[in-house]
């Protein structure tokens, strides 16, 4: 069984000791643009996986979701980080902070656009982006680093 969860499950976590070793590996993660009123496994190789096409030059993948098509691209996490689908422990009020359990882990997924290609314009593509530039950004800034600039 393959999971699919929504966006809000899905943490990018560039520190690994919050993914136990014994979290099991997702073999396939789908980020779609809907909510389903699902939580658990699902036949997704047997019904939406079996229909998915993929271009070979692009890489774009074509599928269809309740009649709705979808255009998808697989991308894998940033160097450094793990993916980790979370799952909220038990019931809180509103003044209890949230808790989490690690469910899955993974190192690429697939996401989906309604009907247009994936781009470089896509807000997954743009948080890679960001953790790119915020990364140069925090990097400590060497002697040698501000001799090149003089």
């Known amino acids: 069984h393959t999971h699919t969860h929504t966006m809000a499950d899905i943490v990018l976590d560039k ?3 919050t993914a136990p070793a014994s ?3 997702a073999q396939r993660v789908h980020f779609m643009p809907c909510e389903i009123e699902h939580d658990g496994a699902a036949p997704v190789a047997d019904y939406f996986d079996a229909a998915t ?3 070979t030059d692009s890489g774009v993948h074509t599928a ?3 009649g709705r098509a979808l255009k998808g691209l697989t991308v894998p996490c940033p160097p450094g980080y793990t993916g980790v689908v979370l799952k909220e422990r ?3 009020t509103d003044k209890q902070e949230r808790r989490w359990n690690t469910v899955l882990k993974f ?3 697939t996401y989906w656009n309604l009907e ?3 781009s470089a314009n896509d807000a997954v593509q743009k948080v890679f982006d960001w953790i790119g ?3 140069a950004m925090h990097e400590p800034v060497t002697a040698e680093d501000m001799a090149k600039t003089n």
């Open 64 to 66: 269809a979701f309740r």
């Open 53 to 55: 096409e993929t271009e």
């Open 133 to 135: 530039l915020a990364s």
């Open 107 to 109: 190192d690429e997924f």
């Open 90 to 92: 038990g019931s809180r």
């Open 15 to 17: 520190q690994m000791h």
């Open 23 to 25: 979290t099991p590996t």
């Open 116 to 118: 247009t290609e994936p």
